[in-house]
């Protein structure tokens, strides 16, 4: 894993090529492994390389074999798809962060702030669609 800082550290010196070859090579070795495919999709995010990123981060999501999982991806995509103006997929992605929250965390919005945070997130996203 300490091949991603690698990356980062080539990406700093302007040697994209090179940074871009690591993280290529990392998922290639470990094509399968959520942390991995999530170091990553954090890659292509900085470089803004966000077809990649989105990528990345779906994989992550569907290789992660611990339940419940995190919505570090999830959100991911979310910011992404803001970023882009693409406002419906963003608050799409905030259908299945609650969906996340509620069915493998067993959350609702009485007993935890975070899923009427995700609605209140997802409402602010459809009206700017």
Known sequence: MTEIYRAHIALARFDEPAADAIVENLLAEHPDDSAVLFEAAQYYAEKCSYDKA????????????????????????????????????????????????????????????????????????????
Request: hydrophobic residues 35%; charged residues 40%; contains cysteine.
């Open 54 to 129: 989105i990528e990345c981060y779906e994989r992550s999501f569907e290789k992660e074999q611990r339940r419940p999982r995190f919505q570090d991806e999830l959100m991911g995509i979310a910011e992404i798809c803001e970023i882009r103006g693409d406002f419906r997929r963003a608050a799409e992605t905030y259908d299945r962060i609650i969906d996340l929250l509620e069915n493998e965390w067993g959350l609702t919005e009485e007993t935890d702030s975070s899923v009427a945070e995700a609605k209140r997130q997802k409402a602010r996203l459809i009206a700017k669609a």
